[in-house]
């Protein structure tokens, strides 16, 4: 995969998680990569290519995330982690693709469907970026269904 | 006059950040009205005084689009003043939904620049 989308993947995700959830990413420090997955969003795309972005959330992520939306100190509920989760994921593939195919190209997301466990796919992700933060941290994979379709410049 | 707001968006959370975003702006905010989606908008529109909408696109059983194309073939609604808050990237699209007289935030989008809209379009209260 070209380098740049690979930027703009970590530029969308980086976006949403400063501007969304008022989360500032940190470098990965020693036992970072240990924390046990929360919950994975995946959001199904449609248009000039296809394919899938998951974001997956693992330790503690999902609550700060949360709460920052709504600007409350109150724990969360399940349903509000939830949603609160699937908007961010819906954010990054939203702001991603345009920075992939241009702002003509027009794709139709499905609504982002979660998961307590990390869906199993019949291929790795063509790309796959990570964030850290106080809290946890962030996977977000890209699938595509067409293979070689961002390999050139 | 305060501002009679419809904030329409099928995410619970981020209809909660939208109208804290109206209550922090400084704005005359008067009624505040939720709706998951465009039929559950259409409702409100014949039940209460709107001033202004703020609506997402996708949504499930009526999008963002569909409500904003009912609502400008409706005489009464017509002329609300709407901002899209949604994801959408594409321009193809963000100029369809400038077309039918409303302007576009994309999602993740900063409190000022909701209130600068808003001002845009109803005047400063």
Redesign the interface.
């Known amino acids: 995969v070209n380098p740049a989308v690979s930027a703009e993947l970590h530029r969308a995700a980086l976006?949403?998680f400063e501007?969304?959830g008022f989360m500032s990413p940190e470098d990965p420090h020693d036992g970072s990569q240990d924390n046990p997955l929360e919950l994975s969003a995946q959001v199904r795309f449609q248009g000039p290519f296809s394919g899938e972005l998951h974001l997956h959330a693992f330790g503690k992520i999902t609550g700060e995330l949360?709460a920052n939306?709504?600007?409350t100190i109150e724990p969360p509920s399940i349903r509000?982690r939830c949603?609160?989760f699937?908007?961010a994921a819906?954010?990054v593939?939203?702001?991603m693709?345009?920075?992939i195919a241009g702002?003509?190209?027009?794709?139709d997301?499905e609504?982002p469907q979660i998961s307590a466990k990390l869906p199993i796919m019949p291929e790795p992700p063509a790309l796959s970026i990570g964030l850290h933060f106080d809290e946890g941290h962030v996977v977000v994979e890209l699938f595509l269904n067409e293979k070689g379709c961002l390999s050139c410049n | 006059m305060a501002i009679n707001v419809l904030v329409v968006d099928?995410?619970?959370?981020?209809r909660?950040?939208v109208i804290?975003t109206l209550k922090l702006s400084g704005l005359d905010i008067g009624e505040l009205h939720e709706a998951r989606h465009g039929v559950e908008a259409l409702q409100v529109l014949k039940d209460h005084w709107v001033n202004l909408a703020i609506i997402d696109i996708?949504m499930?059983v009526m999008s963002g689009e569909e409500l904003l194309q009912r609502m400008r073939s409706d005489v009464l609604d017509a002329g609300l003043p709407v901002i899209v808050v949604?994801?959408?990237?594409?321009?193809?699209?963000i100029d369809r939904i400038r077309q039918l007289g409303a302007d576009f935030l994309?999602?993740?989008?900063?409190p000022e620049a909701l209130r600068d809209l808003i001002v845009s379009k109803v005047g400063p209260r």
């Open positions: 976006l949403t501007q969304l949360t939306m709504l600007g509000q949603d609160a699937a908007e819906n954010v593939c939203g702001n693709l345009p920075g702002t003509d190209a027009v794709f997301l609504a | 099928d995410s619970q959370v981020m909660t950040m804290r996708n499930p949604s994801t959408e990237g594409s321009q193809t699209r994309q999602k993740p989008f900063q």
